[in-house]
Nanobody, 127 residues
Framework: QVQFVESGGGLVQPGGSLRLSCVVS????????MGWYRQAPGNQRELIAS???????KYEDSVKGRFTMIRDNSADTVYLQMNSLKPEDTAVYYC?????????????????????WGQGTQVTVSS
């Protein structure tokens, strides 16, 4: 059974930083493209950052230049370094496989494990 355990969220002032972690068990992330997602109140969950198995990063425009995604295949862990945080970054953050970067294996994983989401970690940006 694949599990995603996110941590590192909290309350931070605008302009501050946080580093989120996501430990994956039940599979090896080295074969998958990985993503960070977030869901703000009243909104759908959205993909904001991803990194392929080859290390190619992609970011949603609103976080580009502020967020950095890192993968550590040896620890089956992905990280999201978030700098210059804004109130609009307030959301619950999740990690999961990203099936949008062209990897057939990643697409298959997403199709087979569509309900395998962790609890997420709450990030609140407020003064």
């Amino acid at each position: 059974q694949v599990q995603f355990v996110e941590s590192g969220g909290g309350l931070v002032q605008p302009g501050g930083s946080l580093r989120l972690s996501c430990v994956v068990s039940g599979t090896m992330i080295s074969v998958y493209d990985m993503g960070w997602y977030r869901q703000a109140p009243g909104n759908q969950r959205e993909l904001i950052a991803s990194i392929t198995t080859q290390g190619s990063e992609k970011y949603e425009d609103s976080v580009k230049g502020r967020f950095t995604m890192i993968r550590d295949n040896s620890a089956d862990t992905v990280y999201l370094q978030m700098n210059s945080l804004k109130p609009e970054d307030t959301a619950v953050y999740y990690c999961n496989v990203d099936g949008t970067r062209g990897s057939i294996m990643s697409q298959t994983f997403v199709q087979r494990h569509s309900t395998s989401w962790g609890q997420g970690t709450q990030v609140t940006v407020s003064s």
